[in-house]
């Protein structure tokens, strides 16, 4: 189980460094892996959304159809939640984009 958690450790912590500069296949992988629960991460819907949006708005037309398909097994309060999720990453790290 250990192995587990250090793997979505090393998988999150590796994938963040290259989302925070913007890296829509980084930001991609995160969905990815919080959507399906892979990689020792637990599936998230919220979260995948965020990322899908975040690498949504750097040009990745893929995000855009896994965020839409999580969104339809998704509550409007959910997709709000990672909506203001996804508006928060933008602020921290003072990427100028609107999500």
């Known amino acids: 189980m250990a192995n587990g958690f250090n793997s979505a450790d090393f998988l999150v912590d590796d994938r963040v460094v290259d989302a925070v500069r913007g890296n829509a296949d980084a930001l991609y992988d995160l969905g990815v892996a919080y959507s399906t629960g892979s990689g020792g991460v637990g599936a998230d819907l919220i979260a995948a959304h965020k990322w899908f949006n975040l690498a949504a708005l750097n040009g990745s037309e893929q995000a855009m159809i896994c965020?839409?398909?999580i969104s339809?097994?998704?509550t409007a309060r959910e997709i709000v939640e990672?909506?203001?999720q996804a508006r928060a990453w933008l602020q921290a790290t003072?990427?100028?984009r609107a999500a």
Do not use: G, S, T
């Open 67 to 69: 965020r839409a398909d």
């Open 72 to 74: 339809d097994d998704m």
């Open 82 to 84: 990672a909506q203001r």
């Open 94 to 96: 003072d990427q100028c």
